[in-house]
């Protein structure tokens, strides 16, 4: 397996929302499964608010407002593009992805009085298993307009 | 492989997307080195968008710190590579996207990441190198930049 590394930057939402995506890795391959390690999600707006944000599976890959398709300059190698295919999905998400919760992880991000730059970074010790035709995404745990923000993933393909 | 930890000051860049701060260059012919650790803190009070990404042309740095002995965690030897630390440029790298890992900095003198890369680190093939820009046509402000590599 090789070790990824990929990141984006998602715009700010259309509409409060709860389980509204803000940027989720996708495995679109039929039958291999990735290994998620690490992601992390900085608020970019200028006058951020607070953001109640959550970590779930999700079914479906919805459709998102842009993606980041991960090459061999991703590859820790830089040897090959992932097998099976990872994509960054980045929201606004103009069909929402399908949630299967419960979320695995949840935080409170703050936005700080001098602006952007608040955030917060999940390390996946042992990694979670993401199946071929399911994704992991950054979600909205409670109904608020997320901000426009930079996420980073690491993922063993 | 021996270790190493290398620092300097980056100057501000342009306003320009993937415009680079700083990047540690591998100029050998046929060696890879690899990048365990990046640290960046920043040394002025307005925000920073930050990306972290490959480059494959040097361009022409006007600032180099040179690693040397002494920058050895055995004290032993100079990087085999001859690896190079640029944090001034008056022609820009060439980057080799899609961007590895990005994020957003607070305005606030010491706001920064530590980036530490599990197994063996980022591999930097020889002729490449991995830099530290801005994703978006903003300013890149100065920064203190670590990057501790195997080589």
């Known amino acids: 397996m090789a070790r990824y590394g990929v990141g984006g930057h998602n715009a700010i939402a259309g509409a409060a929302s709860t389980n509204r995506c803000l940027a989720a890795i996708w495995n679109p391959h039929a039958s291999r499964a990735l290994i998620l390690l690490h992601a992390e999600w900085w608020q970019a707006d200028a006058s951020p608010g607070t953001s109640n944000l959550g970590l779930v599976r999700i079914s479906t890959q919805g459709t998102p407002g842009s993606t980041v398709t991960p090459d061999a300059d991703n590859d820790y190698r830089r040897k090959v593009a992932p097998a099976t295919g990872a994509l960054l999905n980045l929201g606004d998400f103009s069909v929402q992805p399908t949630v299967q919760g419960p979320y695995m992880k949840r935080a409170h991000v703050s936005g700080p009085a001098s602006g952007a730059g608040s955030g917060i970074a999940w390390v996946l010790s042992r990694g979670l298993f993401v199946p071929a035709g399911t994704g992991i995404a950054i979600v909205t745990t409670t109904s608020f307009t997320f901000d426009a923000g930079d996420s980073s993933w690491t993922f063993d393909d | ?151």
């Open chain 2, 1 to 151: 492989m021996a270790r190493y930890a290398v620092a300097g000051r980056s100057a501000a860049t342009a306003a320009t997307a993937d415009n680079f701060g700083a990047a540690l260059w591998n100029p050998h012919a046929s060696r890879s080195l690899y990048v365990v650790e990046i640290h960046w803190f920043k040394t002025v009070a307005t925000r920073d968008d930050v990306e972290i990404a490959r480059i494959t042309a040097r361009g022409t740095a006007t600032v180099t710190v040179t690693p040397d002995v002494d920058n050895d965690y055995a004290r032993i030897v100079a990087p085999v590579t001859g690896a190079l630390l640029d944090t001034t440029y008056s022609a820009q790298p060439t980057i080799a996207g899609p961007a590895m890992y990005r994020n957003v900095l607070p305005a606030a003198i010491g706001a920064g990441f530590i980036y530490a890369f599990g197994g063996p680190g980022i591999e930097i093939p020889f002729g490449t190198g991995l830099g530290i820009g801005t994703p978006v046509a903003t300013i890149l402000q100065p920064a203190d930049v670590t990057f501790i590599f195997d080589d």
